[in-house]
């Protein structure tokens, strides 16, 4: 029982990182095309004060996006948008937010339509891995709902507002960060908390392909209601950021030199959301997994339309949603 639950995933988590670090040795990162201006259009970009999150929401800004940074660290917050707005370069504000509690992301949605402000992309960036066995406020596996739950809920009370700021040539898209490790996730609809045996390595992983999973779902029911607006999951590689803080010691150590040199920097992993977000050849494109600026085929298990189904159901229990 052990073995499979704990020990399974880290051995399948390693693994997938190994593929990646050996295919980042031979391929140059995802350089980003020219890319429109966009001036007029509004994002929101979660996690966005720092490593990922922050070169996401600073090249958006750079192109004429207002961009709404969305983290629950109101002083680095400041400094990130001081440093997006200096000299006139960008337009960019904060506003606090705190993925792990349902009742945080219902306020940070009202603030944010109390500024009757149009919306065209939400990046979904914002996330943890491998942290010690703990729950949220609402009684949520960490991974769980940082990762996944939270973005589901915050996704769908922005829903409305992404599909009246989409327009025939100019979808509002959605981009939802996932990984290389969703390749190892199993989702457990039956203990989703992961109560039973817990392993991080796992809860990560299930985190996201869940992601993965809802990303399919999600462009489905947006693709059959003929509403402008378009779903992608992003792999963005393997990056140096503060995500690997959580890892083992002895894992600490090795990575150390190995990022040095194999990792990509956070400006280089931001660049593939920013495609998403952005790009012309990205117009109207949903519905698919993108990694170093290709589509690729994401798990087996991802493109299951029961599982897509049911975990959509179960995530709007969970948050308090009707299921559609």
């Given at each position: ?23 980042q040795m031979f391929n ?84 944010f339509k109390s500024k ?209």
């Amino acid at each position: 029982m052990w073995l499979q639950a704990v020990l399974w995933p880290l051995l399948r988590l390693y693994m997938c990182g190994i593929k990646v670090l050996i295919y980042q040795m031979f391929n140059r990162s995802f350089t980003l095309p020219v890319l429109p201006k966009q001036n007029g259009r509004v994002a929101i970009v979660t996690g966005g004060t720092r490593g990922m999150g922050f070169e996401t929401a600073r090249h958006l800004a750079s192109i004429g996006m207002h961009v709404i940074i969305a983290g629950n660290e109101k002083e680095e917050g400041a400094v990130a948008v001081e440093k997006i707005n200096e000299g006139g370069k960008g337009k960019a504000e904060f506003i606090y937010l705190d993925l792990t509690s349902l009742k945080s992301t219902r306020q940070f949605v009202h603030t944010f339509k109390s500024k009757a402000l149009p919306l065209h992309v939400l990046v979904n960036n914002a996330g943890t891995m491998m942290v010690p066995e703990k729950t949220t406020e609402d009684g949520f596996e960490f991974h769980f709902c940082l990762n996944y739950l939270g973005h589901f809920l915050l996704t769908n009370l922005l829903l409305d507002l992404l599909k009246r700021s989409g327009r025939q040539g100019g979808c509002s898209r959605i981009i939802n960060m996932s990984s290389a490790t969703h390749y190892a996730g199993v989702v457990h609809l039956d203990d989703l908390n992961r109560r039973k045996l817990y392993s991080s390595h796992g809860a990560y992983a299930q985190s996201k392909v869940a992601l993965v999973l809802f990303t399919y779902y999600l462009q489905e029911q947006l693709t059959t209601g003929g509403f402008n607006v378009t779903v992608t999951a992003v792999d963005p590689g393997m990056v140096d950021t503060a995500l690997y803080d959580n890892l083992w010691a002895l894992a600490r150590a090795l990575k150390k030199p190995v990022a040095k040199i194999l990792f990509r920097s956070p400006a280089e992993g931001a660049s593939i959301s920013v495609y998403a977000a952005a790009a012309s050849e990205m117009e109207g494109v949903g519905g698919c997994y993108l990694y170093n600026g290709e589509k690729k085929q994401s798990s087996d298990l991802s493109y299951d339309s029961d599982l897509q189904a049911v975990l959509w159901k179960k995530s709007c229990q969970l948050v308090g949603l009707q299921a559609t």
